[in-house]
């Protein structure tokens, strides 16, 4: 029989080049001796309960203080913390922190599985932001920070706001516009930026969303810095919300948090406070040099922030050129794409119709780039093709009830043909980015039924299809 350790032995015995997370890339990133000597062997020693002379992540007073108050120090917020349980229960513990069952919340379209799952099992009325898609490259942008900013001023009674700074493609709002108006209006500004942790420490890249007025931010340190799967950080800015956040980060946190966790997030928190100027100028360098060598592949390229305003209806704001999105020619599929470089033993994070995305980090290394070269030089247009229609899936919406009552309602197994019209009692997820196409509540179109039929066919985890069924309200 199978194992979980003999299937990771067997992908680690294939060599693979890593531009999925996490950030510190088969641990490389722990051979940093300034920062700890050996600490690969001490997170396994390590991995410890709350015994005498350890301190409590739940009641810390005395090491584990003394960190967290250093991480505030480091971003520069009223009060941060370490988060075992990943930027999900940050995003969860944000949500209870800010908002009252059945308060109206302006919610960015595009925001992550977790945050929706929040706005459930907190009982929200959302509202939501239409996710801008641009045609031509085929992937979602930011938020037009004009639209959003109309939105809060002629949306009644809201609460407050979610947003998602960046997104999974690298693409930033103006974020410090936004929050300028929440202010104005006095209401709270959630901010999503798992994707941000390592964003305002050097000067080449956006500024982090704790300094541009979030009330609350949260930060998956596992996604770019060297710490390990299922870390974060939560930062929060408006004093009013601590005592709330506090209780709520504690609620959703295991009661036995791992020291290996929290060595890792200690650990990336000091590698900020290192020499990284210089890591993200070579490695956004490394980046640039790789566009020149896959220049000769014509039917793909490596977009970035001009090459995105090219082709949007309006500029976005700013993007994270640590971030490489491969995208392909109409025609072609991404999906293709991201299997076929795996097959050529590049690992990438994720992929959608036309595009592939990679997350490296000052932590790859040049053979995990010529693997990459190597690979996309080789493949061929007919490696990639893909016939069908391209479908858009963004903004397709309609809803019938809240959230919340749909969950709590009656709900049957249908065939994913037979559910058009119907009201979903589950949220459809594709996975990643973990953005849904439907949430619960909402009424299941036919668009969404090829679109679902679509990604399951190019191999992409849906989230609430079981057996080609979808949970309906009765």
């Known amino acids: 029989m199978n194992s979980i350790r003999n299937t990771i032995k067997n992908y680690l015995d294939e060599d693979i080049a890593p531009f999925s997370m996490p950030g510190h890339k088969y641990g490389r990133a722990f051979k940093e001796n300034s920062l700890c000597d050996n600490i690969t062997k001490l997170m396994i020693k390590g991995d410890l309960t709350e015994v005498d002379g350890l301190d409590n992540l739940h009641d810390p007073s005395g090491v584990i203080k003394e960190a967290l108050d250093d991480l505030k120090n480091l971003y520069k917020s ?37 945050i929706f799952n929040g706005i459930i099992l907190r009982k929200l009325r959302p509202v939501y932001l239409d996710y801008n898609y641009d045609s031509v490259l085929g992937l979602p942008i930011s938020n037009n920070s004009v639209d959003v900013i109309s939105r809060i001023e002629n949306e009644e009674d809201i609460k407050g706001i979610v947003l998602t700074y960046p997104n999974y493609y690298g693409i930033c709002c103006d974020l410090k516009a936004i929050s300028e108006k929440c202010k104005e209006k006095n209401i709270l500004l959630i901010v999503d930026s798992a994707h941000g942790a390592h964003f305002g420490f050097s000067g080449v890249l956006p500024q982090n969303a704790v300094s541009l007025g979030g009330d609350i931010v949260v930060e998956s340190a596992h996604k770019t810095l060297p710490s390990l799967t299922q870390t974060a950080y939560l930062h929060v800015m408006n004093e009013n919300l601590i005592d709330n956040t506090d209780f709520y980060v504690s609620a959703f946190s295991s009661t036995s948090p791992s020291y290996m966790f929290m060595m890792s997030l200690e650990y990336s928190k000091d590698f900020l406070k290192s020499e990284v100027e210089l890591k993200y100028k070579k490695l956004i360098h490394r980046i640039e040099k790789l566009k020149q060598e896959i220049s000769s592949c014509s039917f793909l390229r490596i977009i970035d922030k001009e090459y995105i305003n090219k082709s949007a209806d309006f500029p976005i704001f700013d993007y994270d050129n640590t971030r490489i999105v491969i995208n392909v020619d109409k025609g072609l599929s991404g999906h293709k794409l991201l299997k076929y470089l795996r097959e050529n033993s590049v690992q990438c994070e994720m992929s959608d119709e036309r595009n592939v995305v990679l997350i490296p980090t000052p932590f790859n290394i040049e053979e995990d780039y010529d693997k990459l070269i190597k690979a996309l030089k080789k493949c061929s247009e007919s490696d990639i093709s893909d016939k069908l229609k391209e479908i858009c899936y963004m903004n397709s919406y309609e809803k019938v009830i809240e959230p919340y009552e749909a969950s709590c309602a009656e709900k049957i197994l249908v065939n994913i043909e037979d559910c058009e019209g119907m009201t979903a009692g589950d949220n459809i997820v594709p996975y990643p980015p973990g953005i849904p196409l439907v949430v619960m509540g909402e009424k299941i179109t036919r668009n969404h039924i090829e679109t679902i039929k679509r990604l399951l066919s ?11 069924k979808i949970k309906a309200v009765k």
């Open 78 to 114: 009223k009060k941060s913390y370490f988060l075992v349980n990943g930027s999900t229960s940050g995003n969860l513990a944000m949500i209870f922190a800010a908002f009252s069952e059945g308060d109206k919340v302006l919610i960015e379209r595009g925001c992550h599985r977790s």
């Open 458 to 468: 190019s191999g992409v985890d849906v989230l609430g299809v079981n057996e080609d």
